[in-house]
Nanobody, 114 residues
Framework: QVQLVESGGGLVQPGGSLRLSCAAS????????MGWFRQAPGKQRELVAS???????NYADSVKGRFAISRDNAKKMVSLQMNSLKPEDTGVYYC????????WGQGTQVTVSS
């Protein structure tokens, strides 16, 4: 069973930045497309960014131009650079396959507030 460990969240003011990281225990991590999900309070979990095994990226309209997903296959990690953060970016962030086939990690809380 693959384990996912997210980190890097915190409290940030609007307009600030955070960088999230996710470590995966998958032995052949490099073959998988990966995604970052967000679950805002009272809302369903949504996919906000994804990256293919070849490095192609895709973003939800709400984060396009502000977030950047990247991966390091040697370290079995995927990262999410979040800039120009808005209060509506608040939520718990998780990584997983875009189809969410692996067990969820504990997530990392991001709070954007002044």
């Amino acid at each position: 069973q693959v384990q996912l460990v997210e980190s890097g969240g915190g409290l940030v003011q609007p307009g600030g930045s955070l960088r999230l990281s996710c470590a995966a225990s998958a032995s052949i991590f490099f073959i998988y497309d990966m995604g970052w999900f967000r679950q805002a309070p009272g809302k369903q979990r949504e996919l906000v960014a994804s990256i293919t095994r070849g490095g192609s990226t895709n973003y939800a309209d709400s984060v396009k131009g502000r977030f950047a997903i990247s991966r390091d296959n040697a370290k079995k990690m995927v990262s999410l650079q979040m800039n120009s953060l808005k209060p509506e970016d608040t939520g718990v962030y998780y990584c997983n396959l875009p189809g969410a086939a692996w067990a969820w990690g504990q997530g990392t809380q991001v709070t954007v507030s002044s």
